[in-house]
């Protein structure tokens, strides 16, 4: 525990990812001594050992190249043996990586662990039990080294969503306030898009400031996102089916296609090279034309005012009274013989800043105190989790459209983000895909395994005799592959998940004695999550589902969407299957708002309760909004540390 010494930094903050390194720098910058404790590795001074990693890997997922799943049982990254990791779920997923469902080789403790959820409540229609799908890393950079680099706004009606339509909350921040703070993070990020581009889009307030442009042109957009604007051109769809449950909005919204304001460079910038159009921005960019955060964490260390300490995992916010006194943490060194050991250090500070993901702060909070928590007169802490549930669908055109090349999107349909049927169901925005079905069914490579062992995992091998798979090879092989991956595309829908209070995240203890039911290498409990939808987002996935075959139809496209796959991540809406993902935006946990009572932290992040600790990040977030929230958090990431910077003062 700390021991009460004078403080050795101004600042210490735990995370260096997004919000850990841009407080980081721009503290560093106004002279601030800062540490930064990170959980994860050293970032490297190059990336070709992540991209081996990547290359070699079987299943090409968002953590493939990172050292976590790289070397598991005796590497660097996880020298006590058995370190469950936040990449990894006890899935079917986890499954195709060889990690297998045991809930030792999964960080996440699920409430329901085989997926298998409750049947709707009868008063509430919410689905409980359901798998939370999303991983996360502890890296050095955060879980945005593998971000795609969507860097788009949110609405207007996304943060007065209560006031607007009677749903979620509002969230403590006016529109114009965030709008400036967009602009500082646009910049940091090097944002290339365009604001004439996004201008049509003012029909679901989108609005910039007078004279406002983005730092860069935009990126081109692709041969696929041409097709399919073309071929929605025309399209009406209604804001709700005719039978939604509570009301409908029978308004016909235009479909149009808008051009994503990217995190990736369209010419040189920042001392980063221009985007050269590979097709694996998640997981990683082989060249960093794209922005992560060790980008921002190097320009806080040329500062000479922030120091990282690596591999050095936060467990106990040590609180005195009303203030925070020191953080302990465990850091793992060899003794005399060369046996690793965990040994716990503390550090003090005049100001600690919790940055380590929105599950991770959460942790840490209820951690603390002798797992008694911290920070939590509001009773909301680890409450409100929510993602970005996501509805894949697929379809194959009648020519071709090039996919498999440019980054992974360049262009979705926002038209649908906002209207009066948010008063009846969830909003979505649908983002298209470059990349074929590789999302969808694994392609490349499912559909050429399909033809050379007649098999038919994709649907797509059902010409032979009787409708039944055929075996190809040579040209025949060749020519058949050609003509079918030169017309995959995909659409994936991302929906406004209702903010629940029984969405959660704990600690997996024993609730009599306090002992861990499962710990991590360092013995420290791993963090149980209670996921599940209401009524409200499930009438989106219905509502996407029909949206998304409206547009196939429309472009003549032939449809393969399962809308049910027999794994993990299905559920039962008014008698349809679905199969949602995961799409890693985790948000809720702490909530800011202006009540102590019915939040954790203020609109700065800082918290209700300990005047002198700020919790920030996505675990923020009131509501997970329609837009991806990398922008927003680090948008609020400047406002936190212009508050703390004048605390100091």
Known sequence: ??????????????????????????????????????????????????????????????????????????????????????????????????????????????????????????????????????????????????????????????????????????????????????????KEIGVAASVVQQEPLDVVGLEYPPGYQYPMGPIPTSIVDQTVSGGVSGLQVPGTLPDTPGGSDPTMYDVFVTPTPAGRNSEPYDDRRVCAGNTNCIPICPIQAKWDPTVTLGKALDTGNVTVSYQSVAYNVDVRGQSVTGIDYYVWSRDDQGNLQKVSKSVTAKIYVLACHAIENAKLLLLSNNQKGIA???????????DHPLYLSWALTDQPIWGYRGPLATAGIESLRDGEFRKYRASFRMEIGNEGWNFAVGDPYTTARDFITGTNDSNLNDGGPNGKPVRLGGTALALKLNNLLTRQFRIACMFDQSPLADNRVTLDVDPNTGKPNHTDGLGIPRPKVEYGMDPYTMEGFRMAAFVCSAIYKQMGATEFTRTSVGATGDFTYRGQNYHYYGAGHVVGTHRMGNDPYTSVVDASQRSHDLPNMWVVGSGSFPTVCTANPTLTLMALAFKSADSIIAALK
């Open 1 to 186: 525990m700390s021991n009460g010494a004078s403080p050795q930094y101004d600042v210490v903050i735990v995370g260096a990812g997004v919000s850990g390194n841009l407080i980081a720098k721009q503290l560093g910058v106004a002279g601030k001594k800062v540490l930064i404790l990170e959980a994860g590795l050293a970032v490297p001074d190059s990336r070709e050992e992540y991209m081996n990693n990547f290359y070699l890997a079987l299943a090409k997922t968002p953590e493939s190249p990172y050292p976590a799943l790289a070397g598991r049982k005796g590497s660097q990254a996880n020298p006590a043996g058995e370190l469950p990791d936040p990449a990894t779920l006890p899935t079917p997923r986890a499954t195709v990586l060889g990690l297998g469902q045991a809930p030792n080789k999964s960080y996440l403790v699920q409430a329901q662990p085989t997926g298998q959820n409750a049947p709707p409540d009868p008063k509430t229609g919410e689905i409980r039990g359901l798998q939370f799908s999303s991983t996360y890393e502890r890296n050095g950079g955060g879980t945005s080294w593998h971000w795609l680099g969507t860097s788009l706004r949110e609405l207007e009606n996304d943060i007065q969503l209560y006031t607007k339509y009677g749903h979620g909350v509002d969230w403590p921040l006016t529109y114009t306030e965030l709008q400036s703070l967009w602009a500082l993070a646009e």
């Open 376 to 386: 939590n007169t509001s009773d909301q802490v680890g409450r409100n989790l929510m």
